[in-house]
């Protein structure tokens, strides 16, 4: 059984730029949740989704964008990044309901 | 304005001992806590979890405490092992989220334990 695999694991990146975040979700998981972590912070919920649609939102604004696709995989986009954008994203994927929630080791995203 | 708070920054305590970990809320409404452990270059993964219908929860070495009047819990690792040397978060959810469709937890900032030999 695999575990919740994100790619790329480091990605700097300039301001203004655009960047695609990706997430395999653990074998049997079809529910997908990102989080942002910012340094001596907590994780922070940004959205989930639950059978390829937005199925729950944190305070984040709409240029934090997700995809999922059939296979349960999972992306984060973020448009018009900002230095406060630098930050540990984390993917999680559980069963429906939030069940069995397993995170993977996370992209550290710097933008300069 | 934080809804689950972890005031200690940091911990160090002598192998063998008790480690005691704290975490306040201030939403009563939050009904299901957990505990997760963060190794660097690594996720966090889950340690134990607690329900607000109940006020203790053991597994092994790790017990959490959940005190709802006071809307304090606590993890308690005892005896503490070098291996457990970690940023430990604790998290929060609504059990009618968490089993329904949604499901986000609520971290705190977490507390860096050392263990020392």
């Known amino acids: 059984e695999t575990g919740v695999t994100q790619s790329p694991t480091h990605l700097i990146k300039t301001r203004g730029q655009q960047v695609t975040l990706r997430c395999s979700s653990q074998?049997?998981?079809?529910?997908v949740s990102w989080y942002q972590q910012a340094l001596g912070q907590g994780p922070q919920f940004i959205f989930q989704?639950?059978?390829?649609?937005?199925?729950g939102r944190g305070n984040f604004p709409p240029r934090f964008s997700g995809l999922q696709f059939p296979n349960y995989s999972s992306e984060l986009n973020v448009n018009a990044l900002e230095l406060d954008d630098s930050a540990l994203y984390l993917c999680?994927?559980?069963?429906?309901?939030?069940?069995?929630?397993?995170f993977g080791s996370g992209t550290r995203l710097t933008v300069v | 304005d934080q809804q689950v708070k972890q005031n200690s920054p940091s911990l160090s305590v002598q192998e063998g001992r008790i480690s005691i970990l704290n975490c306040d809320y201030t939403?009563?409404?939050?009904?299901?806590f957990l505990w997760y452990k963060k190794y660097p270059a690594e996720g966090p993964t889950f340690l134990i979890s607690?329900?607000?219908?109940?006020d203790k929860n053991e597994d092994g070495r790790f017990t959490v405490f959940l005190n709802k009047s006071a809307k304090h819990l606590s993890l308690h690792i005892v005896p503490s092992q070098p291996g457990d040397s970690a940023v430990y978060f604790c998290?929060?959810?609504?059990?009618?989220?968490?089993?329904?469709?949604?499901?986000?937890?609520?971290f705190g900032k977490g507390t860096k334990l050392s263990v020392k030999p």
């Open positions: 989704y639950y059978r390829e649609e937005e199925n």
């Open positions: 074998s049997g998981h079809n529910t």
């Open positions: 998290a929060a959810t609504l059990l009618m989220n968490y089993g329904g469709s949604q499901g986000n937890l609520i």
């Open positions: 999680a994927s559980s069963l429906p309901g939030g069940y069995g929630y397993t």
């Open positions: 607690i329900s607000s219908i109940k």
């Open positions: 939403n009563s409404m939050f009904d299901y």
